[in-house]
């Protein structure tokens, strides 16, 4: 069991101290070896968490619903820090980024795992918000780092937002200690969830209500569920592009991971409202939502920026339904997407930096130019857009079919969403991969093995899903009521 | 004794429901912060009263906290961008007066109605504050809505985190207040420096959040 114990702590530890260590390192090249050093064995770490998970305590808890995200959190990290390694060298060639920034970035990487692996393992509702304040602001400070006039405006616009979502969120956050105080009694006891969940059942039930509001709310700002997304295409589209990868496939889960604690503590009183209705519905928005507005789209990262709010709507809607096999096909989906979505993104990076554009009319004929990441793109936004054999499609049909059961009007709403956003997608896509190529013809230089990896990860688990991965979703899917 | 610690602790919250009335109408940007430095040192009272009633110790360096950084170094710090960027200072607000003042009235009434219906079985002192920090909560959201100034966004902001503060002290024993109310500060002071950023790279002409909606990237 102290196994468990040091690699809970190392997860957090290995991530703070390499972000110390790289604020003071001066080369950049060092620098991200260091910090895909780090994220790999922090990653290695994680994954020996599902072999010993360490006994919650006052800080930390590992249980089987949140070691799923912190291995596919540590993960992404990881391809991400490869695909950031490249990406920045032709970054510095161009000059849109100083070594000295490089240092900026590379230790606020780090710190960006730190907080968000923290946001994951905290036992206390507390310390998970402080993480999520602290992963936000990280964000932020990236998201403006070309110093670009759009880059600021994203930034100070995700900044604003952003703010407000997790003040709400800490308002519902004392909301629920103040539900808590009178049963557990006053004290720590009151924070952490390992307590909260076992006396959820007595919680003054309208209070409980309240906060879910305001939790939903202010971490479905963090999210990105419509109509609180306003935050999300501009931090996409004007960061650097690792980052982008890393806010969609990552950050966004965490938020959402925060939503379903609280989810399960008014699933657990019977007197509270049930939470499954809310989430559907601001899924549902954000599903339909999103779909028509990858039509006016023109610049790629924007465009693809709105589509991790269709597919955020998606895997929300998908818990709001509820049910042993909706929750077992959003976790699924929450993960194919954050594997899927990321790697669209290190091929779009890619991508903009040969084209030295982002503007999807600039891009055309990849497949000629650029045969590998053309085909690359091909086949991520073909799996996205969720068509067989790949991850996406498995998730996407057992979400629509566990709706069908239940509410068969939602589902039609839900279809006719996703067929929306496939439309669209793939108009923009035959532009780009097809056609006469125009612009640069200079090769890709950053790698393109993390590309690689996720998609072969997402077709493999769209063929053939091994039995202990659909053990142990079915047993956090049931979990989840 | 009880009777006079609920009292007190009551004024002091009302007085902070007041204040951002107060903050809702004034146009010019330096009373904007006159008062809103008001507001913290009312906030820093509340909580060290808080603290004394409570008898939490730890409270006071939240108290602490609110008075030295909120009602001094902000305020001044946001007085010298002012004078610096020579950001105009009159506040054009996109709502008029009468109008914010009747919807702040609605959202106070509606988070009393709320909160006092909702938290009756919590103790009344707890349920009166939640009640006050709702209200003071709203209130910062709506400032926040009808400026387009975005030094006086960033003081509803502030005003809004004054009610984040006034609940969690008023949720007697809650962990963890003077760590959340240090991540706050740090989150405020980023704030103000990236306003402060703004000038420097002197890449808006303004710092009108308005000036934000030509930002629209791909729909030009």
């Known amino acids: ?481 | 004794m009880k009777g006079l610690a609920f009292d007190v602790a009551h004024l002091l919250a009302g007085g902070l429901v007041l204040i951002s009335f107060m903050l809702l109408y004034q146009n010019r940007l330096y009373a904007l912060l006159n008062v809103f430095a008001l507001q913290a040192v009312v906030l820093s009272l509340s909580v060290a009263w808080q603290a004394y009633v409570q008898d939490a110790n730890h409270l006071y360096v939240t108290a602490a906290i609110a008075f030295g950084f909120k009602a001094v170094i902000i305020p001044l710090a946001l007085h010298r961008i002012i004078a610096e960027l020579g950001i105009q200072r009159d506040v054009e607000n996109v709502v008029g007066v009468g109008p914010t003042m009747l919807a702040g009235l609605a959202l106070v009434a509606l988070s009393e109605v709320v909160m006092l219906r909702i938290a009756s079985e919590a103790d009344v002192l707890a349920q009166e504050d939640l009640a006050f920090a709702l209200s003071v909560v709203l209130l910062g959201l709506l400032m926040m809505v009808v400026r387009r100034n975005a030094v006086s966004m960033v003081v509803g902001f502030m005003s809004l985190e004054n009610g984040l503060i006034l609940a969690a002290t008023g949720a007697k024993g809650m962990p963890l207040v003077v760590e959340i109310s240090v991540a706050f500060s740090v989150l405020v002071a980023l704030v103000v420096i990236g306003v402060f950023l703004f000038r420097i790279s002197e890449r808006f002409e303004t710092v009108d959040a308005h000036a934000l909606d030509r930002f629209r990237g791909d729909q030009r």
């Open chain 1, 1 to 481: 069991m102290t196994a468990g114990i040091s690699a809970a702590i190392a997860i957090l530890a290995l991530p703070a101290a390499t972000a110390a260590l790289l604020s003071v390192l001066p080369s950049y090249r060092l620098s991200a070896a260091v910090n895909v050093a780090s994220a790999f064995v922090t990653f290695l770490t994680a994954v020996s968490l599902l072999a010993a998970a360490p006994p919650p305590d006052a800080y930390i808890l590992v249980d089987d619903l949140n070691v799923v995200f912190i291995v596919l959190n540590t993960f992404v990290g990881f391809t991400a820090s490869v695909f950031s390694a490249t990406y920045i060298a032709h970054e510095i060639e161009t000059g849109r980024l100083t070594p000295t920034h490089l240092r900026f970035y590379h230790a606020m990487y780090q710190f960006l795992l730190f907080s968000m692996n923290l946001a994951l393992i905290a036992n206390n509702i507390g310390l998970m918000w402080v993480a999520i304040e602290f992963a936000t602001l990280t964000t932020v400070l990236m998201v403006g780092i070309y110093r670009t006039q759009e880059a600021i405006e994203a930034a100070w616009k995700y900044f604003i937002l952003g703010s407000v979502g997790i003040a709400l969120a800490l308002f519902g956050t004392i909301l629920v200690y103040m539900a808590a105080r009178p049963v557990v009694g006053e004290g720590v006891q009151g924070m952490l969830w390992t307590s909260l969940i076992t006396h959820a059942a007595a919680f003054d039930p309208a209070l409980l209500n309240l906060a879910f509001v305001f939790l939903l709310l202010g971490y479905g700002t963090k999210v990105g569920l419509a109509p609180l997304h306003a935050w999300l295409p501009d931090a996409h589209a004007e960061g650097p592009t690792p980052i982008s990868a890393v806010l969609s496939g990552l950050l966004l889960n965490v938020a959402l991971y925060a939503v379903l604690r609280f989810k399960l503590l008014l699933d657990t009183n019977a007197f509270a409202l049930a939470p499954g209705p809310l989430m559907a519905t601001l899924g549902l928005i954000s599903v339909v939502f999103a779909a028509f507005m990858l039509y006016r789209r023109r610049d790629v990262k924007r465009m693809f920026a709105y589509s991790s709010i269709e597919h955020m709507g998606v895997i929300v809607f998908a818990f709001g339904i509820g049910g042993p096999l909706a929750n077992f096909a959003a976790l699924l989906h929450m993960a194919m997407h954050s594997l899927t979505k990321s790697a669209i993104f290190y091929t779009v990076g890619q991508v903009a930096q040969v084209k030295g554009t982002q503007q999807i009319a600039d891009i055309r004929g990849l497949t000629v130019t650029h045969p590998l990441l053309g085909w690359s793109l091909v086949f991520g936004v073909f799996a996205i857009v969720g068509l067989p054999p790949m991850g996406v499609f498995m998730s996407e049909f057992l979400i629509v079919s566990s709706t069908f059961e239940r509410a068969p009007w939602l589902a039609l709403l839900l279809g006719f969403g996703l067929l929306v956003a496939l439309g669209a997608l793939v108009l923009r896509l035959q532009g780009m991969a097809f056609g006469a190529p125009i612009g640069s013809r200079a090769p890709a230089k950053a790698s393109a093995l993390p590309i690689m990896a996720h998609f072969a990860l997402v077709l493999i688990a769209g063929v053939y899903l091994p039995p202990p991965i659909v053990t142990w979703f079915q047993h956090v899917a049931q979990l989840l009521r």
